[in-house]
């Protein structure tokens, strides 16, 4: 079994056009090893793109009642941000944790271990580094 997980980002300058067509496919999507990010561009009124989020509560299709079994999806408006990417790149990353353990927890998946020693390795090589770079300043 392949221990992936991927991240869509949709950059759009519109809306949705076809609501519902599009939360039935992020309900489809939120049974899979999969974050949404959609960012906003431009100065369209995005108003109902903040509905896709569904932070507070499932998105459900009103056709067959179906609901999303997990958060999958950020929407952020690009002009928000006043151009500081940084702020930008926190806010649509700042659910990618939650929705990557909501994931695994729906379907009982614990990370590969040597994908767990090569990320504790990795992050304190990183942490070393950036002491090293702030002490020697």
Do not use: W
Request: charged share 25%; hydrophobic share 40%; with cysteine.
């Amino acid at each position: 079994q392949f221990n992936i997980y991927s991240i869509l980002l949709i950059l759009t300058e519109g809306v949705v056009s076809d609501m519902d067509k599009t939360i039935q496919s992020i309900i489809e999507a939120s049974e899979k090893p999969l974050s949404i990010i959609i960012v906003g561009l431009g100065d369209e009124n995005f108003t109902s793109m903040h509905v896709l989020n569904s932070d507070k509560q499932p998105l459900t299709d009103p056709g067959s009642g179906r609901t999303t079994v997990r958060d999958c999806v950020k929407f952020a408006e690009f002009a928000k941000f006043k151009g500081d990417a940084r702020l930008l790149a926190r806010d649509v990353l700042s659910e990618l944790p939650k929705q990557l353990v909501a994931y695994k927890k729906l379907y009982n998946l614990l990370p590969n271990e040597h994908i767990v020693e090569k990320t504790k390795i990795l992050s304190d090589s990183i942490l070393d580094n950036s002491l090293k770079d702030e002490y020697n300043t």
